[in-house]
Each structure stands twice: as structure tokens, then as C-alpha cells.
């Protein structure tokens, strides 16, 4: 029986995210977004990023306290510290 609630709650997990593919600048961006966690997740600089929602004035702002991921629309960039690595990033497609 607890496996069954296992393969549930991975199964309830998986259709609360959404894979968004971007391309930014000269670089695509496959961002995977769990709404049930409020994180997104992505791999930049062959490290793989873990951010929690964070406050926003406007649009979606995840952060780990050295990266941030900010969207808002079609549209996202991609912060360290204070410094912007992925720019002009436009959602191409989106999935669940």
C-alpha cells in the first residue's frame, strides 16, 4: 500500500510541472517549474540550479540566494548576484 502512495505522490508531482524550453540570445534554456514546490530547476554552467519563489513586484522571481530567475509573459533573464548571464530569453514552448 505505501508504494502505492509513493507512485501517487511522484505521479500528483510530475503533473504539477511544466518543462519551458527558452532561447536565450544564442543559448536554449529547458527551465522544469513545480508549481506544487513553487521551484524552478535548471542546469546552467554545467551545474544544476535549484530556486524557490521569491517576492516580485511583477512576473515570477525564483532565487537561491546567488542565482535568480525572472519571468514575466514570454519573457525571462537569468541573474548572478546582481549580474545578468542569460538575457532576452524567449519562451518557445511550453509542456506538462
Same mark, same amino acid.
Given at each position: 500500500?505505501?508504494?502505492?502512495?509513493?507512485?501517487?505522490?511522484?505521479?500528483? /508531482?510530475?503533473?504539477? $510541472?511544466?518543462?519551458? /524550453?527558452?532561447?536565450?540570445?544564442?543559448?536554449?534554456?529547458?527551465?522544469?517549474?513545480?508549481?506544487?514546490?513553487?521551484?524552478?530547476?535548471?542546469?546552467?554552467? +554545467?551545474?544544476?540550479?535549484?530556486?524557490? /519563489?521569491?517576492?516580485?513586484?511583477?512576473?515570477?522571481?525564483?532565487?537561491?540566494?546567488?542565482?535568480?530567475?525572472?519571468?514575466?509573459?514570454? $519573457?525571462? $533573464?537569468?541573474?548572478?548576484?546582481?549580474?545578468?548571464?542569460?538575457? +532576452?530569453?524567449?519562451?518557445?514552448?511550453?509542456?506538462?
Amino acid at each position: 500500500m505505501l508504494a502505492g502512495c509513493s507512485y501517487y505522490n511522484q505521479f500528483v /508531482e510530475r503533473m504539477q $510541472t511544466d518543462t519551458l /524550453e527558452y532561447q536565450c540570445d544564442q543559448k536554449p534554456l529547458t527551465v522544469h517549474r513545480n508549481n506544487a514546490r513553487q521551484q524552478v530547476s535548471f542546469i546552467y554552467d +554545467n551545474q544544476q540550479l535549484n530556486l524557490s /519563489e521569491g517576492l516580485s513586484a511583477s512576473g515570477a522571481r525564483y532565487t537561491d540566494g546567488v542565482y535568480v530567475f525572472w519571468s514575466k509573459g514570454d $519573457t525571462a $533573464t537569468v541573474y548572478k548576484r546582481d549580474r545578468i548571464v542569460l538575457d +532576452n530569453c524567449q519562451l518557445q514552448t511550453a509542456k506538462r
